[in-house]
């Protein structure tokens, strides 16, 4: 499948400068990766469940590790052997569920 231009892997002075909006995201080799403690499992549970219907709407899925109330997203564009724009884009939406889940 033809991803389009958004498919285009990001230079490392595009990548460094989305990170200066991403301040909960680290840079792990070709991968941005964000971990966080919500206050329950429920709650973190939720949280996956709205990133899930993201990823799918927009066809763009993270890796997803759920350790009891802890989850750690990591992105990547398996596509493009690397970070896209649709990784920051997908960044920004979780940091997004995560400030609406948290209590
Ligand atoms: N998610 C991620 N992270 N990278 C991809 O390259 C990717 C994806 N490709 N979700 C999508 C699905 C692709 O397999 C479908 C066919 O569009």
New binding site residues.
């Given amino acids: ?1 033809h991803d389009g231009p958004m498919a285009e892997l990001l230079t490392d002075e595009e990548l460094t400068s989305a990170l200066d909006h991403l301040p909960l995201w680290r840079r792990e080799g070709s991968t941005i990766v964000r971990s966080v403690e919500l206050a329950s499992f429920p709650q973190a549970i939720q949280a996956v469940n709205r990133v899930a219907e993201i990823a799918e709407n927009d ?3 993270p890796d997803i590790d759920i350790r009891w109330r802890t989850l750690t997203f990591v992105l ?4 493009a052997g690397g970070l896209t724009a649709k990784d920051t884009a997908l960044a920004t939406e979780i940091d997004a569920v995560i400030d609406a889940v948290h209590p």
């Fill in positions: 499948m066809d763009h899925h990547s564009t398996h596509s």
